[in-house]
């Protein structure tokens, strides 16, 4: 089992939808990151988080420290978001241990 | 401001070949990092650097090298190219261990 675990794999909405992709891991962690990659292939990170909630723009990620699960919400999804949305952790030293990865298409 | 620049973006290699992969950063990071990725896999952390002159392995460092003579530049070496090296790799840096990551455009290898 790997130690970060996201849910769905894919992901197809309509334009306008609410989305919410999630993030489990089992091991203790001092940060969480959620990172996109667009079809080009390049990677941005979006967020880095360690408790609570974090907003940019249309973007939400939150995380409960307690339940080891993270998630990033978008609103008003537009396919200008369809890519592929990475979760990480951060565990010990500078190590990131990553998800599959989450590809999301957002149909006009 | 360029932030992390690889080069180059494509390559095909032949089996037993060699070749390096350049990263730069403009930003003054400490922390550098190579990731391969492979299809339906997370990202996995081939070496780190903390700093100029010091290097370590990560998750799946066999088959490569990496040096950090400078603080801007990671270059990673693939010796004797194997099938199993066809991946897209990722550079990335930050600051310190524990703050954002900056990644670059990737490279994209094929061993044949």
């Known amino acids: 089992k790997n130690e970060v675990e996201q849910s769905p794999q894919n992901l197809t909405a309509q334009e306008g939808e609410f989305i919410t992709i999630n993030c489990s891991y089992s091991?203790?962690?001092?940060?969480l990151h959620w990172l996109q990659q667009h079809p080009g292939g390049g990677i941005v990170s979006l967020f880095m988080?360690?408790?609570g909630k974090k907003k940019h723009g249309r973007l939400i990620a939150t995380i409960n420290i307690q339940e080891k699960h993270s998630s990033l919400h978008i609103t008003a999804s537009h396919p200008r978001d369809s890519a592929v949305y990475i979760c990480?952790?951060?565990?010990?030293?500078?190590?990131?241990?990553f998800g599959e990865g989450t590809q999301l298409t957002v149909n006009p | 401001n360029a932030g992390v620049t690889q080069t180059p973006k494509f390559r095909i290699l032949k089996i037993g070949q060699s070749m390096t992969l350049q990263c730069t950063q403009d930003?003054?990071?400490?922390?550098m990092y190579w990731y391969r990725q492979d299809p339906g896999m997370g990202l996995k952390l081939i070496y780190y650097?903390?700093?100029?002159?010091?290097?370590d392995k990560g998750e799946v460092p066999n088959g490569y090298n990496v040096s950090r003579s400078t603080t801007e530049d990671f270059p990673l070496r693939l010796e004797l190219a194997a099938p199993s090296q066809t991946s897209v790799y990722f550079c990335?840096?930050?600051?310190?261990?524990?703050?954002?990551?900056?990644f670059g455009q990737g490279t994209r290898l094929t061993v044949v």
């Open positions: 990480a952790v951060r565990t010990s030293g500078s190590r990131l241990t």
């Open positions: 091991v203790g962690i001092s940060a």
């Open positions: 930003m003054n990071h400490n922390y």
């Open positions: 988080l360690s408790s």
């Open positions: 990335a840096s930050s600051l310190a261990g524990n703050t954002e990551a900056f």
């Open positions: 650097s903390v700093g100029a002159g010091i290097t």
